[in-house]
């Protein structure tokens, strides 16, 4: 039994399955569902979890080469909110796309990582180094 880190069976059979250059989505509580992309639900209520919590909870495990995110974060949210992002993702590259493209992108993943996060465009998909 595990005892630490990650306790969640199916975000631990995601992160096993992300090769080198393969993505994971995290997203927030209102991104659309793809049927054909594995999907694991973690909301529970508003803002628990949080896109950033999740983020935390898998860097340790997860080398991460590069994240992408909507560039419309930039525009809807507060620089308080930007910076905090900012910061869970120093180190990690990092660009911002227009929302349509960035939706291109996730019919690619391994998976997605649902949250209850209530930031408007908090998702992001990352690269895997």
């Keep these: 039994m595990l005892k630490t880190g990650i306790l969640n069976p199916q975000v ?3 992160l096993a399955r992300v090769r080198h250059t393969n993505a994971l989505v995290i997203a927030d509580r209102g991104f659309p569902f793809w049927p054909d992309v594995e999907t694991v639900d973690l909301s529970l209520v508003d ?3 949080t896109v950033l919590q999740v ?3 898998i860097r340790p ?3 991460i080469a590069h994240a992408c995110m909507a560039c419309e ?3 809807e949210n507060m620089p308080a909110t930007r910076a905090r992002f900012a ?3 120093q180190g990690i590259a990092t660009t911002h796309e227009p929302h349509v493209q960035f939706k291109q992108r996730v019919p690619a993943a391994i998976g997605l990582i649902r949250t209850g996060d209530t930031v408007q465009y908090a998702n992001m998909v990352l690269v895997s180094g």
Excluded: Y
Aim: charged share 15%; net charge positive; no cysteine.
């Design 73 to 75: 974060f930039l525009r």
């Design 12 to 14: 631990l059979s995601l």
């Design 55 to 57: 983020l935390a909870a």
């Design 87 to 89: 910061k869970a993702l």
């Design 47 to 49: 803002d628990l979890p």
């Design 61 to 63: 495990n997860f080398h």
